[in-house]
């Protein structure tokens, strides 16, 4: 069935670091990518998607592409900051599921 | 912006006991779902519900689960006799249609059973 593969953490590093976080995905169909973000005793937020291959999701300084010839949507960012601290997972949904299936998460600590 | 949201936002319970969360889902929704996450661990899929049905499930949702949507607003999942491993946070999640992408997420219920 379809999973996803996410970088093990935790990851830590200095304000203004760059972040790379790795997922990989395994799909039968064509499904949709996103990376949620869990702040400490939050829920769930959508951090960015995307849709089909060659997309780029985009928000508060993150990016990720999706590509298709390498089953990937690794996060990055160019620079950390301290409130970025949180667990981010990767996650994706197709057609056929109608559920999402999510990665084990990564927790990055961003140092001052 | 209209969001999911859950209650209560934490639970305390003896192993046995039933306990229901609750979820208000964005309510132009049609599409629910359950979810859970073991402490440190992947969010894993409960279950789906569409149209005042169960359209999909887990191999975690057994018999000690279920679900309903009792009136117009409200979606529960209930679990009838609490076991310590079902300790964990639940999420709801809503999304308006079935070939919408993306799922919206409440904010959890930490359940802990004692």
């Known amino acids: 069935g379809d999973s996803v593969t996410q970088m093990e953490g935790p990851v830590t590093l200095s304000e203004e670091a760059f972040l790379t976080i790795n997922c990989t995905y395994t799909a039968t169909g064509y499904p949709s990518l996103f990376w949620y973000v869990q702040y400490p005793g939050e829920g769930l937020q959508l951090l960015l998607k995307?849709?089909?291959?060659?997309d780029k999701g985009s928000n508060k300084g993150f990016e990720a592409t999706y590509r298709k010839e390498t089953t990937s949507f690794h996060l990055e960012k160019g620079s950390v900051q301290v409130s970025d601290s949180a667990v981010y997972f990767c996650?994706?949904?197709?057609?056929?599921?109608?559920?999402?299936?999510f990665g084990a998460g990564t927790r990055l600590t961003v140092k001052p | 912006e209209p969001e999911v949201t859950q209650t209560p936002s934490h639970q305390v319970t003896q192993m046995g006991q039933e306990v229901i969360l609750r979820c208000v889902p964005i309510?132009?929704?049609?599409?629910f779902y359950w979810y859970r996450q073991i402490l440190g661990q992947k969010v894993e899929f409960l279950v789906s519900f569409y149209n005042n049905e169960i359209s999909e499930k887990s191999e975690i949702f057994d018999d000690q689960f279920s679900v309903e949507r009792p009136d117009g607003s409200n979606f529960t999942l209930k679990i009838r006799s609490t076991k310590l491993e079902d300790s964990a946070m639940y999420f709801c999640a809503s999304k308006r249609e079935r070939l919408q992408e993306t799922q919206y997420f409440g904010p959890g219920t930490r359940l802990l059973v004692l």
């Open positions: 995307a849709t089909k291959a060659d």
């Open positions: 309510s132009n929704h049609l599409y």
């Open positions: 996650a994706l949904s197709d057609q056929d599921n109608n559920d999402m299936r």
